[in-house]
RNA sequence: GGCCCCGUGGUCAAGAGGUUAAGACACCACCCUUUCACGGUGGUAUCAUGGGUUCGAUUCCCGUCGGGGUCACCA
């Protein structure tokens, strides 16, 4: 058989270069020893999970920590589900995120295009390369053929596929493969496997560590009927010549790997290193059962929500790291104040077990990463979350930048001994604080009506807004005592039953009127920020509503 | 089902042939406290299972069980 003749009737492009050219247009990289070239590869199908953001951030990570470059290639070969807006999508994630490329999709570099659509003329010059090696050939079967081939295979309890007898295409003679080009038959170019499914060989995985692959044998798709690479084809030309040092990709793609190193050998590809990273986990049901975090099951797959919910980025990322390496809460631990870019972050540490997703932790951590906040960071951080997602009476709290930045200050703890952590994401920090835009609507109160009424009347007509908190809390005890409620917290613990309750009591009451919450920071201070006419406001508005 | 990966508290996990089996989150109790938080102290709770190797195994080996992944002209 005249391959090569084959090679030009089934790939007639007259413009593709010799392999040689891309060979040296995409020369090795110039990079210091040790440094890593990583690749953020999503494709673009509108929908970013929080498992991208995860593999991006080992990627990121392992190429800034090493000197090395992280790009950003756009895997958009899947014309199925390409989706309008989507590359938007990607890149808004990373940059809300921060996970920064060095070249790639939108801002280019030397080893472009990066979109793999931009591509097609380098795949088919490497297939046509295949082909006329006698590595690749044309597959003339239908959808329809191959669902019947592969339902006898599980009928047959065969190994399901397209290889060795089942490969019908295969072994094609000359005369038929031309007839059914005539007769304008469509086709796909397979690869043409030598490998044996009984052999099996150590592989070095970076994560996982040794592993037993087995050789692949099945003639895969590497050029779909419409002329576009599948991924494994795209994967091995791209990230041969990008020169792509170290993959770090989702462990669903180990099942493949076998393909990608008979494919990479057989295109004469040096192989680049692999880490097969386990996916974030959930609670499935009652059972306990594990399963991945599903883009239709859970809202927290999606990064989507981590925006919409006002989660701190750096809060997502730091909870992020603290499942990819082991190390890396002790380090925070140690040094809180310092930038995780400061984290050695290692390969070695990654887990091999897949991380149940906990939402806990996630919460733990973003109190803590929004309580190291500036009174005025947060201020730009709640801004900048409820210009997009806030509703118009939120937005309406940043007209004042003083006053917000006063309630910031104090709900925050900023300059007292000890920082608060009230704040948990954007959207309930704004929803924690909108007592000191509007009066709460129904304030529930644990005491009986005729109690409250007695201590908002008794506490208000001594009120006075010049006082300090000492002047303003002696108030609130004299209160107490001309009402039977304890203004000395260890007589009352000595006897309880002496009193109505304890003046905490009684400053609760005060608390709710103004606020509608049990829980607030120092009231004194509040009632200061809310003005005494709108404090005489709330507590006749509340007497009134018993 | 075939193939592959994984298995230390509720969760994330450190760990080593001999340890009182770290730490963090969550939970509980107490302390601090004008409430709430913060903080502090303490506590409950873990080596899936059977068999080997060994003086000794949670650690090494094999089986079992359990969980996960994958078997497309999707990535």
């Known amino acids: 058989m005249d391959w090569k003749k084959l090679a030009d009737a089934l790939i007639p492009d007259e413009d593709l270069q010799p392999l040689e050219y891309y060979e040296t247009l995409y020369a090795p990289r110039n990079l210091p020893k040790g440094a890593e070239v990583t690749r953020l590869a999503p494709s673009p199908t509108g929908f970013m999970h929080l498992g991208n953001l995860y593999v991006a951030l080992a990627n990121e990570r392992l190429a800034h920590c090493s000197g090395g470059v992280l790009y950003l290639r756009i895997e958009d070969t899947d014309s199925k589900r390409k989706v309008e807006g989507a590359v938007d999508v990607i890149l808004s994630s990373l940059r809300y995120f921060g996970i920064a490329f060095d070249e790639g999709a939108e801002i280019g570099g030397d080893y472009g295009p990066y979109y793999q659509q931009q591509r097609a ?25 191959l669902s019947a081939v592969r339902e006898k295979q599980t009928e047959n309890k065969l190994l399901p596929g397209y290889y060795g007898e089942f490969a019908k295409c295969r072994n094609l003679s000359e005369e038929e493969i031309y007839a059914n080009l005539a007769a304008g038959k469509p086709y ?8 044996d499914v009984n052999k099996k060989s150590v592989f070095h995985d970076e994560i996982k560590g040794d592993i037993t692959v087995t050789e692949n044998n099945q003639d895969v798709v590497i050029l779909k009927s419409d002329g576009i690479p599948t991924y494994h084809f795209a994967h091995a030309v791209d990230d041969h010549l990008m020169r792509t040092t170290i993959v770090i990709r989702g462990e669903e793609w180990l099942a493949s790997l076998p393909i990608h190193i008979e494919l990479f050998g057989a295109l004469g590809f040096r192989l680049p290193r692999y880490g097969h990273n386990c996916s974030i986990q959930k609670i499935d049901g009652e059972d306990g059962g594990r399963r991945k975090l599903s883009k239709r099951k859970d809202p927290e797959a999606s990064l989507v929500f981590y925006r919409e919910e006002g989660y701190h980025p750096l809060a997502v990322k730091t909870y992020l790291m603290t499942l990819l390496n082991s190390n890396f809460e002790e380090w925070r631990l140690k040094f809180p104040a310092k930038p995780l870019e400061e984290f050695k972050f290692s390969i070695g540490k990654m887990g091999k077990s897949g991380a149940l997703f906990d939402l806990d932790k996630l919460q733990d951590i973003s109190k803590e990463i929004l309580s190291s906040l500036s009174a005025e960071e947060m201020f730009d951080f709640l801004s900048a979350w409820a210009d997009e997602y806030g509703s118009a009476e939120e937005k309406e709290y940043f007209s004042d930048r003083e006053y917000l930045l006063r309630v910031l200050t104090l709900c925050m703890g900023v300059g007292a001994k000890k920082r608060r952590k009230d ?34 009347e008794k506490f208000m007509d001594s009120y006075d807004p010049a006082d300090d908190n000492a002047a303003w809390f002696d108030k609130m005890k004299k209160t107490a005592d001309a009402l039977g409620f304890a203004s000395d917290m260890k007589a009352y613990k000595s006897a309880p039953e002496n009193y109505r309750g304890n003046v905490s009591d009684v400053a609760e009451i005060v608390r709710v009127a103004m606020t509608g919450h049990a829980n607030t920071p120092d009231l004194c201070t509040i009632m200061q920020i809310l003005g005494e006419e709108e404090c005489r406001r709330r507590a006749a508005a509340a007497a009134q509503n018993l």
């Open 188 to 195: 796909v170019i397979r690869f043409r496997s030598e490998g």
């Open 423 to 456: 704040f948990v994401t954007a959207k309930q920090a704004l929803r924690t604080i909108s007592y000191f835009f509007r009066a709460p609507e129904t304030p529930a109160f644990r005491a009986d009506g005729e109690t409250v009424k007695a201590v908002l």
């Open 121 to 145: 003329k380098i795949y088919r010059a490497y297939a046509k390369d295949l082909i006329a090696r006698g590595r690749a050939y044309a597959c003339f079967c239908t959808e329809e053929e």
